[in-house]
């Protein structure tokens, strides 16, 4: 009995043995596949951001010839262009990080007296341009014949001025951001909003922080500002959403769009980025804000060449399914001057004003 016990057992790890070879072979196989399938996605990953990313900046392309060179952007990149609540954070200090909320792009660390570069460069557009993230179907010059559907201006509250990322600011401003009102996006609204006034457009201009004390939830309590605001004013059509860009080429040198107005100061350039229904969310009416848009650059075109970017239309929502007269208004980048900014919120008003008038 004990020697057919052991010869069982015997024949048992010899068969074990032999399994071992062929289970590593196995194994060897199948991670090699999984090897080549993850740096195939990967590779297709990269090259989709890069391309993605490239049409986000079609509206810089227009530099002179000196100018011009090849983009190469990381995933991490298109992301930060596609949804604002990472673009803003992506050059925010570290005090201004844990005070926001904001996500911090992974930098190899710089020099503190290192300092960035900045181009400046009159881009001219002579025709209404779009980048068309959602590749939706759109003709600029049925929009610009497209009949709004706005209410005469009376002495009621017509616009909203409100800034969802309101500590945006420009270059003479650390990380471009401060909460000083004066020198950042809420100043530039202010000009806005006294001009419209002036040529008797009546605005609300509400300055709640809404990017403090949490940055990625800015767009969250912006959206309860914007439906309190139409809730106690209901004669709200339009809601103008004031922000800054941030346009930064592969070797760090940061953009500056400026074109030079008629009598001879720099202006920071302006771009429409209109939200559509493509993620799914509930917006009937983006068209319409399109539309908006498309007319009040065409006044600007005719006012101010070269002072419009190409009109950004994007899959996100961005709070503009409330009125039928919303958008955001990115108005120059963090390389600009707050008075460049200044210097464009008149023109930008008065093309407002002809538009709803």
Sequence with gaps: MRRRRNKRFKSHVVAVQAAKPKLLIIFVFLSILLLVFTQRIANHITLNSDFLLKCIHQSVVLFEETEKRELHYSPYDFLAKSVLSIRGSDVMSKKYAAKYGGILKKQAEKHESEKQSIVESDISAKNIT???????????????NTPLSFAKPDENPKVLIMHTHTSEAYCESEGARNENQELNVVGVGKEIAEALESQGISVIHDVTQNDNPSYNQSYKKALTVIERNVAEHPSIEVV??????????????????????????????IMFVIGTDSMGLHHPQWRHNLAFAVKIQHQLNLMQPGLCRSINIRTERFNQHVTKGSMIIEIGTAAN??????????????AIAAVLQ
């Design 337 to 350: 001057t707050a008075e460049e900014a200044k210097n464009t919120s008149e023109l930008l008003a008065t």
């Design 130 to 144: 779009f980048i068309n993230t959602p590749k939706v179907t759109v003709d600029a010059e049925a929009l610009l």
């Design 240 to 269: 103008l959403d004031i922000h800054r860009d941030y346009i930064k080429r592969d070797d760090g040198t940061l953009v500056k769009p400026t074109v030079t107005l008629k009598n001879g100061s720099k202006a920071a350039q």
